[in-house]
């Protein structure tokens, strides 16, 4: 499975943003997905996971409210629309995929995209 994120950019804070995350491979729609951050000086961090139906999903508490993950499986590709945006979500954005219908809040995923970068400016 191969990840390609998109969407990321510069954008003032309390703006919003959409990235996406394209996947190859036809074991798309059975895979859980999330998404992933790491901030400039600061580990990588989850921010939000999805089942693999897009029935349930889970944030981190820092994104929880204004951040939006979904899916679409006709298209292989997973979402994650960012909301009332705050500098400190600057980081680079990960999508990954977990070789199981539901990967969680650990980076227990198989599969990960190369990032891309938002910047949030105040």
């Known amino acids: 499975v191969q990840l390609v994120e998109s969407g990321g950019t510069l954008v003032q804070a309390g703006g919003s943003l959409r990235l996406s995350c394209a996947a190859s491979?036809?074991?798309?729609?059975?895979?859980?997905m999330g998404w992933f951050r790491q901030g400039p000086g600061k580990e990588r961090e989850f921010v939000a996971a999805?089942?693999?139906?897009?029935?349930?999903?889970y944030y981190a508490d820092s994104v929880n409210g204004r951040f939006t993950i979904s899916r679409d499986n006709a298209k292989n590709t997973v979402y994650l629309q960012m909301n009332s945006l705050k500098p400190e979500d600057t980081a680079v954005y990960y999508c990954?995929?977990?070789?199981?219908?539901?990967?969680?809040?650990?980076?227990?995923?198989?599969?990960w995209g190369q990032g891309t970068q938002v910047t949030v400016s105040s």
């Open positions: 999805i089942n693999w139906s897009g029935s349930s999903t």
């Open positions: 990954a995929a977990a070789a199981a219908p539901w990967g969680g809040p650990h980076e227990n995923y198989r599969y």
């Open positions: 491979g036809r074991s798309f729609s059975s895979y859980g």
